[in-house]
């Protein structure tokens, strides 16, 4: 029976990979690297690459240690990837590069039912992060897993325009996308179309799970990096939204009938170094561990009052530097296996 069982992002959480900070740096300079992540800079030579400074990865360490045993009491199985040497140099015969890091598998694998897959990444620095899992897939392909790897992209400088308006620099020259475009709403699958996922990954990916789902491209939503910090179902009929970014035109459809929490304003938790990863609407990446139960940053009481109001209670934990490592608790982590089954929610 296999050990990867997942359909949605809310029915009771029993397997759980939570990622690792260990060895995590700053990419080399690349076009990709640029044109996704820091194109404000007006030129690669500017990105700040290198090791995470040493505070950082002692504290995150430990902050994601906590999360560990706190969800381990709960009673879930938790699973972490190993430690790989991304200082070690990548190179196919377009480009070189180093790696980035593991803290957040959310973005390298996609788990859909019994499968997983590890997807087709838009940046260099992460093309063999899969390797740092590869035991674990192993041991779930044994179980009976259905294990699949997208089409690796080439990735050249043709793939990127930082000319372009935010959200169209990715090119569609190949299937590309990060596990973490994609949200699953059982037999709908959501999958943003944005700077990290073109429009032939969503298409790759609908070829690919076949006629039981329909996977919905969802465009001018946001036009940055993944979908977890823009839309958080919370349980069947019940969604947390970015009032920032979803509004009533660009509404997924399949989600016109579901009860809107509108996320409220976030506290600022501050970042390290130039300019933070991402913004302060990390705050929203929650993880579901079943319905009417999230984990959530206990520096934002705002939003767990929020939640709390309509049925859904609060596991508080802290990653202290998300905001400059780009992941907060959705992102760090990837949903092996959930209690359900594959229903239609709309």
Known sequence: MSLVDVHNEWDPLEE????????ARVP???????????????SPERIPSGPVPQHVVEQTREDLEELCQAL??????????????HAATVATPDWQTDGHYNYCPRDVLLTVGDTVIETPMVLRSRFLEPFAYKKLLLEYFDSGTRWLSAPKPRLGDDMYDVSREPGRRLLDIEPAFDAANVLRFGTDILYLVSD?????????????????????????????????????????????L????????????????????????????????????????????LLVLKPGLVVADDRQPELIRTLEKHGVDVLPQRLTHA????????????????????ETYR
Not at 72 to 85: A, M, Y
Request: charged share 25%; aromatic share 10%.
């Open 16 to 23: 759980v990979v939570i990622g690792s900070i260990e060895g």
């Open 28 to 42: 080399l300079p690349g076009t990709d690297l640029f044109t996704v992540d820091y194109a404000e800079f007006g």
């Open 72 to 85: 381990t009491r709960l009673g879930v199985k938790v699973r972490r990837p190993e430690d790989t040497d």
């Open 196 to 240: 990290s996922g073109n429009d032939r990954g969503w298409k790759w990916l609908q070829s690919t799970l076949g006629d039981a789902y329909t996977v919905h491209p969802c465009r001018d939503l946001y036009a940055s990096t993944h979908v977890d910090s823009t839309i958080v179902p919370l349980r069947p009929g019940l969604v947390l």
């Open 242 to 285: 970015n009032p920032e970014r979803v509004n009533d035109k660009n509404m997924p459809d399949f989600l016109r009938g579901w009860d809107k929490v509108w996320c409220p304003e976030l506290e600022d938790i501050g970042y390290v170094g130039e300019r933070p990863y991402c913004s302060t609407w990390i705050g929203m990446n």
């Open 323 to 342: 905001r400059s490592l780009g992941g907060s608790f959705h992102c760090v982590s990837l949903d092996i296996r959930r209690t359900g089954s594959l």
